[in-house]
Structures are given as C-alpha cells and as structure tokens.
C-alpha cells in the first residue's frame, strides 16, 4: 500500500501566487521517508530501503520526508541511475558512504512549515544528513533566476511551499513543482522496430498515459540508451518519460524516454 506522503501540484503562473513562499530545488533522487517508529527508510511505496545500519544510526527520533541521491561530489542534483543502483539493493556496499539525504520535510511535527524549517535547521544532523536549503521568493523575475541556473547545472527544476501550510500525505496546492518540462509515466503497450542505425532493435515504444488522463497512444522514440534498445522496456511496464507541453488532440509533445519507474 502506497505511503501517503505530500505530493506537488504543478505551478501555474496564471493560477498562483508564490511571492513570501520558500522556494528549493527538486532534487532527483529516491523519495525516502524515515519511520522512527519502525526504525527504517521506506519509499513513497512504503517498500523498506535497505540502508547500512551505520546510516540508519544517525537517524533522528522523529520522522523525515526527503530524497536520497548518489552524490560523491556532493551535488545534490544526483545521479538517478546511479542513485538507484546503489539505494535498491537489498544488500548495502560502500557507495552509501557517497549516498546524502536530503531532508524537506517532518510529518512528526504539526506546525506550519516555516516552523519546521527553522527547527530542522537548528538542529544538529550527522554528516549524510542536509536539511535542504530554502529561500524566500521576493519576485517571479527572482525564481525564473534560481529555476534557469538550477536547471543548467542539470538539475530538474523548482519547489515551491507555502510557509502557513502545514503537512498533508496527499497532493497539495500548498506545495508546487516549476518545470520547464514536464514529466509523466506511460505504461508500455507495443515496440515500435528501429529503422537505418537503430535496424533489428527498438526503435521506440507505442505507450497510453498511466493515470488515464485519455485514451490516445503516442510513440516514445527518444532518450533510449544503446543497451535499452538492445533490451526495451517491457510490454505492460511503466515508464517515466518528459514531455514540452500537450497538442490540441492530448498528446504529449516531444516525449523522451527517462527510465523504467519499477515502484509502480
């Protein structure tokens, strides 16, 4: 059964208001919550994260809500499949020594976020532990700043947050991602062959929208490495892909392939 966590609704410049809300970067990592009380890191799926118990022991006696990315050079805008083959693994190795654990959140605490911010500050976490770093949106012009050079050093855009709400395990108003792409899961119906280079291989994936949004089919054909084209998704898997906006008819324009999304 999914974890009922907080999730982002999309920011829409003609809907909503940002300025006074605190503004991070999305981080692309491993959504993991850290449950005191059952003493482990489990994912939004509520599926138990396999961490050393060296890491496990620098966890605080209260929940966290966060991303855990693969980041030796301490980047925090990750490595995705990197992060997942390290953080899936039922049987930790070293490379969690270069795994950090990027702390939004405390569904402990039943304050507004300002609040909770500025108590997970204070507080005095071990060194795999960042508190992620919020800032005040003073102007739109401010966030399109902060957007555009996050995503240059390729990371996957913003997150917006209210500082007077407090946490809800749903999907929340409160709570907004900025994305000059946007990105969705398509469930895999039929291989489409490759042709000229690509002859005897994948060429792309015939694909339906995961949550229903509607019933057209489009044809994922980018983004695929060498190796996935030698060995495609499978028929009836669930991809995550990114998308520039929809066509008149509800397509999603220019998808490109991101990855396999197994926790679905």
């Known amino acids: 059964m999914p974890l009922k966590v907080m999730l982002a609704d999309k920011y829409n410049d003609k809907k909503h208001s940002v300025i006074g809300w605190y503004m991070s970067h999305k981080i692309d990592g491993i959504r993991a919550y850290w449950d005191y009380n059952r003493g482990m890191l489990v994912t939004r799926n509520d599926k138990q994260i396999y961490a ?147 002859e005897g291989r994948l060429g792309g994936c015939i694909c339906t929208w995961h949550d229903g949004r509607n019933d057209r089919t489009f044809h994922v054909g980018v983004g695929f490495t060498d190796a996935e084209r030698d060995d495609p998704p499978k028929i009836g898997s669930t991809i995550t892909f990114s998308y520039f906006g929809m066509t008149d008819g509800g397509s999603p324009r220019h998808p490109k392939y991101l990855r396999i999304r197994e926790d679905m």
């Open 52 to 198: 050393p118990q060296w890491f496990l022991d620098g966890m605080p006696d209260f929940d966290l809500d966060g991303e855990l990315v693969f980041a030796p050079d301490g980047n925090e805008c990750g490595q995705f499949q990197k992060t997942c083959s390290v953080v899936k693994r039922h049987n930790a190795d070293d490379r969690w020594n270069h795994v950090k654990y990027f702390v939004f959140e405390s569904p402990s605490w039943p304050f507004t976020f300002d609040a909770v911010y500025d108590a997970l500050k204070s507080r005095l976490f071990c060194a795999h532990i960042t508190v992620l770093k919020q800032v005040k949106c003073e102007s739109i012009a401010q966030m399109r700043k902060m957007h555009d050079e996050y995503t240059a050093r390729e990371g996957e855009g913003l997150m917006l947050r209210d500082p007077h709400s407090e946490y809800v395990p749903k999907r929340s108003k409160q709570l907004l991602k900025v994305k000059i792409w946007d990105d969705a899961e398509a469930v895999v119906i039929e291989h489409h062959p490759g042709e000229g280079k690509h």
